[in-house]
Structures are given as C-alpha cells and as structure tokens.
C-alpha cells in the first residue's frame, strides 16, 4: 500500500497541473487545427422565435454539411432552444438572437423544441440528401 | 403549471445532487457547515449576475459567450470535485497522524467545496431567474410559474435531502466511497457537458456522432433528466464527449482505489 505523506500530495498535485495544462494544450491545439481548415465560414441559416412559435417550424438543410443555426429572438420574452437529437441547448433572451452550430448531420429528421413552452413551440429540421 | 414543475425540477436535480452528495462527504470527514453560507452567497450572486447580464454575454466572442461561460462553469466544477477526490486520502491520513476525533479538514479544502457547489449551482440557478422573471412574469404568467416552479424547487430539494440522509445512513466509511463514486461520475459527466458546449459553438468539429439511445431513455424523459444529472447521460454523444467521459471516469475511479485503499490501511478510518 502507497503511504500517503504530504509529500506525496505535492506530488500528485503537480500531476493534476500537468494533467489539466495538457488538457487545454491538446483543446487549444485541435481548436486550431479546426479553426485553420474551416476557415471559410460555414452557411447561416435563420429560425425566428415569435409569439412563442419557431418561424418556419420547418427547417430544410443539405446533409454532411457543417452550419451555423442563427435564432432570433423577436418576443419580449426569454426561450429556450432545446434539442435532445441534435444534442443542442441554449438559452435566447427576448428581442436577442444567439448562434449555434450544427452538422455535418446524416439525412433524416431532427426535432427541436422551446423548453419554456414545449407544448407549442415545436419545430423539425430535415435533412436531406444522400448518405455520406 | 405542470411545465413549470419539470423544468424547475430538472434545473434543480442538477445543482443538488453535487451539492448534497458533496455535504454529506464532508460531514462524514467531519468538516463544519460553515461553507454553506459562501456557497449560497456566490451562487445567487453569481446566477444573478449571469441571469441579467445574458444577451450581453450571449453577443460576446461572436455568439459563443454563452458556451465559453458555461463551459468555464462546468470545468469549474468537475475540475474541483477530482481535485476534492484527490484530497480525501490526505485527510484520512492527517486524521490519523494528528490522533484526532475528526479529521481536520484544511482550508484548501473548504475552498474547493465552496468552489465546486458555487459553479455547479451557478448556471442552474440563472436558468430558473430566467425562466421565472424573463419568460414566466413577462409573458403575465407569473401565478402558474412561479407556484410551478416553488412545487419544483421543493420537490427538488427533498430528493436532494433524502440523497443527504441516505449517504449518512451507510455510516460514515461507506458514505465516503459512496459519495466519491458518485461525485466521479459526475464530474465526468461534468467535463463531457463542457466539451459538448465547446461542438455546439463550434470550437471542435463534432463531426461524429456515436450512437443514439434516444429511442430506449428519451433525454426529456425523468430517467434521462436523473441520469442525465448522474451520469452526464446524453442520447447522441460526440467522440469527443465520450473521449473526455472516459478520461475523467477512469482518473476518478483512480482516485476512489486510493481513497479504499488508504481506509483498508487505516484500522479506524472513519469506521462507524
């Protein structure tokens, strides 16, 4: 059994600094390589939120194509864009708008909703086009 | 009203299972409460500031300024609940040496308890401002969402005290490897959330998505929202979120051999 002496914590915790800068050197690192290579910007598409609907309720995307989603807010009130497929959540306050990007995504349907009226404010994103 | 109770509820599932799990950790180590209150100062102060201040926030960085905070939020708290796994076999040791009825908890540690509830209570918080004053009371619903959102809270905060009495029955040396299990399973759950903000604003690809289990445990669903708050489950995971999953998972678990094994060579740590 390993005694466990201050010393030894030291030593453990110069590990956990050298575990933690290797894990933002290897993010900053892909995050570069990423940044690099994508460096034309992906295409817009815009969904509107107002009167607690998503406008069009119906959005159309290429598939295997990297996207930024751009929601605009017009109520005076907050919302919530949620997507459990898409695997999305972001928080849009009233008359604001927020980013977010999405893709490339296989061809199908991907539902989303606004988690502060989920009864109504519900939307769909097709994909379409042929499997990669 | 009914909609109100859920999401109310699952913000506060979140933010209590780490900060009642985390109590009773430190209660079987023997820390006092006094933690407590700086916990709840940060948080409300903190939610506060991150609930009016959000379309500003939002617009920074190019529209990533809400990621990058809840990502900076998250790393927080998983980073500081390993760091408090780290901790817990010097504590037992310094029990030990120091002949002492409990163990002497350090500062450093009180800082790392404050820091990891304040950050975990932090983002749900401002969700639950937001929700009750910027969409509930706005939009002149205030009576069904504020009551909803009171059913919630309460509802949230029982099961959070029922998980605190819970641990404490095991007995203490239980209650200690229960709890550090726990808390590594959610500080890797932690880490992965962190990493699926840094796809969704686009800072790593994201290009590949491992599976979807949304058909067997919807993510909306109460098992989801429990293993979601447990486990960091997610229905459609990205390689990365699961890379990250794993590393965490595996150093925690790492952690919690440490912890045993230092009990196993403690006659009395922590017994009863």
Known sequence: MTSFT??????????????????????????????????????????????HL????????????????????????????????????KVIMGNSEGVIFLGPLSPGEYSFFGEFNPRTAQGRLIVNGPQS | MIDAVVIVLREVLEAMLVCCVLLASSYALGAKRTWLLPVTLAAVGGALLYATNLATLTALFDGRGQELTNVLLLVLTGASLLFYLLQLPAMLHNKRTLGKKEAPVTSTLYAVLIIASAAAMVRELAEIFIYVFSYGIASG?????????????????????????????????????????????ISAGMLSQATRFLVQSGFLPGEHILWDSGWLISESSLPGELLHALLGYDATPGIEQLTVYVVSLAFAMLLLRKLMARQGTDGDALRQ
């Open chain 2, 141 to 185: 619903q205030a009576v069904p969402v504020v009551s909803g959102a009171v059913i919630g809270a309460g509802v949230g905060v029982s099961l959070g005290i029922f998980i605190f009495f819970g641990l404490l029955w095991l007995g203490k040396r239980r209650c200690l490897q229960m709890s550090a299990l726990l808390l590594g399973l």
């Open chain 1, 6 to 51: 201050t010393k030894s914590v030291q030593h453990a915790v110069r590990r956990i600094w050298v575990l933690a800068l290797g894990y933002c050197l290897s993010v900053i690192l892909v995050v570069a390589a990423n940044q690099s290579s994508a460096a034309d910007d992906p295409p817009t598409i815009t969904l509107r939120i107002k009167d």
């Open chain 1, 54 to 89: 998503f406008v069009p309720a119906e959005l159309t995307v290429p598939a295997n194509t990297r996207f930024r989603l751009l929601i605009i807010n017009e109520d005076n009130t907050a919302e919530e864009f949620e997507s459990a497929a898409l695997n999305r959540e």
